[in-house]
């Protein structure tokens, strides 16, 4: 009787947890939508833009790491990758920049598909050393293919006009179809962690021997969230090449993965809102940082590990917790 009484005490908290976490994640996605949509009037409309770009790749690569378990050092094979394949349709064949993002997201995928299959075949520290020894092929290959214009990068890239009707040289024109971008990329990735495949990719994050058992091909969905997670961080790659109109080395490096696994562990991996606090911190922080002469990896390394001793979650996963506990109490 004790121990029934017991399982129903913890459904039922289990269940106070859920209900108080989503609640807080609407309310400050509500406030950060507000806060968006009068931000370009108050603050200097690019980094904004850069921001939102680095919001979608951190919440993409998130998605592999908070949501399936699985940490890439990789992902800049994808950012940058989308970002050249946008440059180049959108500057040399003349497209559109709606469908130099969609290239640039379908090459992203199709890169996702290829390292994921030789990927997934191994688990913790190796699968992620795989990642980045295929991501520095990739790196090299964009040093010597003559698309990419080696180090010089392609530079000049037009913004164009969106639709025939909407011209991006327009700041504001620009800056609120990133912010349509970013939000449909976001409520993509919520959609996927809330349906049965997200259910299942949590499943595979606690116990992935207990998934195999259950019967699920875990080698297919796990390809299946790589592939998702690479296309969004592409759709933010081309989002970032059309914005500041070029695309160089600098996006394809592993430094670039480096950053983005800062940016989602800084702000919470697991949470739909944590890696858009870590990623605009990070970006805000380089940004203060970069006319101070003071080197900004040393103030970022410390800032992280502040934050890994005081913020064990990162920093929107610890607040979940300590609201939730105080939930719990009451």
Not at 152 to 173: A, E, F, K, T, W
Not at 207 to 213: K, L, Q, V
Not at 275 to 284: D, E, H, K, Q
Not at 318 to 329: D, H, L, P, Q, S
Request: aromatic share 12%; net charge positive; hydrophobic share 55%.
């Amino acid at each position: 009787m004790s121990e029934a009484r017991s399982d129903v005490a913890d459904l039922t908290l289990r269940e106070t947890s859920a209900r108080t976490s989503a609640r807080l994640e609407w309310t400050l996605v509500g406030l950060g939508i507000v806060a968006l949509l009068v931000a370009p009037f108050l603050i200097y409309p690019i980094f904004l833009m850069k921001m939102l770009c680095f919001a979608l790749f951190a919440c993409a690569f998130n998605l592999l790491l908070g949501y399936t378990g699985l940490l890439s050092f990789g992902h800049a094979t994808f950012f940058g990758g989308a970002a050249y394949f946008t440059a180049h349709a959108v500057k040399v064949w003349g497209w559109p920049p709606e469908a130099g993002i969609l290239l640039g997201m379908a090459g992203a995928a199709l890169l996702g598909l290829v390292m994921g299959f030789f990927a997934i075949r191994r688990q913790g520290i190796y699968f992620a050393m795989i990642t980045l020894a295929l991501s520095q092929m990739f790196f090299f290959f964009c040093v010597q293919a003559p698309f990419t214009q080696g180090e010089d990068g392609i530079q000049g890239v037009p913004r164009g006009i969106l639709l025939g009707i909407l011209d991006l040289n327009v700041s504001l024109n620009m800056y609120y179809f990133v912010l349509v971008v970013f939000l449909v990329g976001v409520f993509a990735i919520w959609r996927i962690v809330n349906s049965p495949f997200g259910m299942i990719l949590r499943s595979i994050r606690e116990n992935e021997n207990r998934a195999i058992s259950l019967g699920y091909s875990v080698a297919n969905y796990k390809l299946g969230a790589f592939v998702m997670s690479a296309a969004l961080a592409g759709l933010a790659g081309s989002l970032k090449a059309i914005v500041f109109q070029f695309a160089t080395l600098t996006d394809v490096t592993w430094q670039m993965s480096g950053e983005v696994i800062l940016m989602t562990l800084l702000g919470g991996t697991g949470t739909m809102v944590g890696p858009m606090i870590g990623a605009s911190l990070v970006i805000g922080l380089e940004n203060t940082l970069a006319t101070s002469g003071f080197p900004v990896t040393i103030a970022t390394g410390l800032i992280f590990m502040v934050c890994v001793l005081i913020f064990r979650r990162g920093i929107v996963g610890e607040f979940y917790a300590r609201v939730i506990r105080r939930a719990g109490k009451e």
